[in-house]
């Protein structure tokens, strides 16, 4: 039973298109993260939802755009899309302001070319 | 800000030999610390998490120290394995649900 999933798992696309990645988890947390992982395996935190209120948004490009329907979900959202912005993307999830664990999804991998 | 490294970025060891990986933060002021393993196009698995007050964990083959005054954390393997090849990285959590990640090391485990 999948703790934290994300959809799709790969992506590939062209340059200028507009692409959403799902996420849900099913472990009660009520937090949740977006992380861009570069090709140097870097992760770096984008935002960050406490009970479907945004409150981390590093400094990421206007064209991404994170929504949390509910404490369960994350997507992201990203248009006009540029080469780099080739990388894998990671949600994640846990437990508030408590000391609890980080919990991640397998990643999508997009392509742009 | 708080910065997070690990040292050294590559290590390469031979089957059965113990070792430890390091990671070292800039910023006391944390509520835990968590080791993760990374497979080649997989997510990341929580191997170990250490909270602020305590000094290590263990599961397994794997010890995790925690030396919050120093900045400093070792992950400890014993009796390294093939299967144990794997990118590891350390993160500590600060105030609320700021995480920061080291680089990671990548462990290779020759048979």
């Known amino acids: 039973d999948t703790a934290v999933s994300q959809t799709p798992k790969y992506l590939v696309t062209q340059m200028g298109n507009d692409k959403s990645i799902k996420c849900e988890q099913n472990?009660?947390?009520?937090?949740m993260y977006w992380y861009k992982q570069d090709s140097k395996k870097f992760l770096k935190i984008m935002f960050s939802y406490n009970n479907k209120e945004l409150i981390i948004n590093e400094t990421v490009p206007n064209r991404f755009s994170p929504k949390s329907p509910d404490k369960a979900h994350l997507n992201l959202h990203i248009n006009s899309l540029e080469l780099g912005d080739s990388a894998v993307y990671f949600c994640?999830?846990?437990?508030?302001?408590?000391?609890?664990?980080?919990?991640f999804g397998e990643g999508s991998r997009l392509t742009v070319l | 800000k708080q910065e997070v490294t690990q040292i050294p970025a590559a290590l390469s060891v031979p089957e059965g030999e113990n070792l430890v990986l390091n990671c070292s933060f800039t910023d006391s002021a944390i509520y835990n610390l968590q080791w993760f393993r990374q497979d080649p196009g997989k997510g990341l698995t929580s191997l170990l998490l250490?909270?602020?007050?305590?000094r290590e964990q263990t599961s397994g083959r794997l010890n995790a120290s925690l030396d919050k005054s120093s900045g400093r954390s070792t992950l400890y393997i014993a009796a390294s394995q093939p299967g144990d090849s794997a990118t590891y990285l350390c993160?500590?959590?600060?105030?609320?649900?700021?995480?920061?990640f080291g680089t990671g090391t990548s462990l290779t485990v020759i048979p």
């Open positions: 250490i909270q602020s007050s305590q």
């Open positions: 993160a500590v959590r600060r105030s609320g649900n700021q995480f920061y």
């Open positions: 994640a999830s846990s437990q508030g302001q408590g000391t609890g664990e980080l919990f």
């Open positions: 472990l009660g947390h009520d937090t």
